[in-house]
């Protein structure tokens, strides 16, 4: 599936650009399913608001239940101070997560296939546990920034073994909000550690290394389809959406199950809901 060059470019930069990695069809059949998800979504349910910032919030029962189901977050900016939605309920909605690919047959065709199982062993991954999924609506004026961050913060193992899967499901551009990444920046330490303790999570600074500035980041926008994936210790983020245009992706976080899943993650799986990877 990957060329000896794209390999090389994965090893060396810690990610990879595949364009029109999926169809035209394939996205919109999950565009379509995650519109049905929001609009079957009572916002009472679930006012818990997703912000990497704040991880207070992040402690809700709401959050740490997602793990084996499909729940809906908002974005950080949805509700205005009486505590109403400052816009309709399809638009205020940051993402639905942790269990789409294991929950929802659309997305689960749409997260698993013979593709997708080369192009993980072609990263270097023999054993892959899809552990999570996020289907993020990056929303038109009022998409939150997502600050510099490393994926393997939040999906722990010895040795580091996760692996983000990013599908551009809209063009992604400087605009709405696309990734920017580090070039190079997965052979830095893992700075911060998400560690759950019983029902409540926080983050710890691990590595003092800092954050690279803005002379070291590279923007990649990309156009829908395309599937981006990236190294776990490779520095990240994007920008907040003050376009007036959407940015829809899909996510995918994997591991290799030769090696240790940390029991500090926030991420467990109960046993309820087996653990699969690409096939
Ligand atoms: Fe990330």
């Known amino acids: 599936m990957l060329s000896d060059a794209q390999k090389q470019h994965y090893e060396r930069e810690g990610y990879v650009v595949l364009e029109d990695f999926k169809s035209a069809a394939e996205m919109a059949a999950v565009r379509e399913r995650a519109r049905e998800i929001v609009a079957a979504f009572d916002p009472d349910a679930g006012r818990s608001i997703f912000t990497t910032r704040d991880q207070a919030l992040a402690t809700d029962r ?52 013979p593709e997708l199982a080369q192009v993980a062993t072609d990263l270097g991954l023999q054993q892959p546990l899809v552990w999570q999924s996020m289907y993020i609506f990056k929303q038109p004026g009022i998409g939150g920034e997502v600050g510099w961050h490393q994926d393997a913060t939040f999906l722990h193992t010895d040795p580091i073994s996760v692996t983000t899967f990013w599908f551009a499901l809209e063009d992604a551009s400087l605009d709405n909000g696309c990734l920017w990444v580090e070039p190079g920046g997965h052979r830095s330490p893992l700075r911060e550690l998400f560690i759950r303790e019983n029902d409540t999570v926080r983050k710890e600074r691990i590595d003092t290394t800092p954050w690279p500035g803005a002379d070291r980041a590279l923007a990649l926008p990309v156009k829908a389809g395309s599937l981006v994936c990236f190294n776990g210790l490779l520095p990240h983020y994007s920008a907040p959406n003050r376009s007036d245009k959407s940015r829809h992706a899909y996510s995918l976080h994997v591991t290799d199950a030769r090696t240790r899943y940390a029991d500090s993650n926030w991420l467990q799986r109960k046993g309820e809901l087996p653990l699969r990877g690409f096939i």
Request: with cysteine; aromatic share 14%; hydrophobic share 40%.
């Open 62 to 113: 709401y959050f740490l239940d997602s793990a084996e189901q499909v729940r809906c977050f908002f974005e950080e900016e949805a509700f205005a101070a009486d505590g109403s939605l400052r816009q309709p309920k399809e638009l205020s909605i940051n993402k639905i997560a942790h269990a789409l690919h294991d929950r929802d047959p659309v997305f689960d065709r749409f997260s698993r296939g």
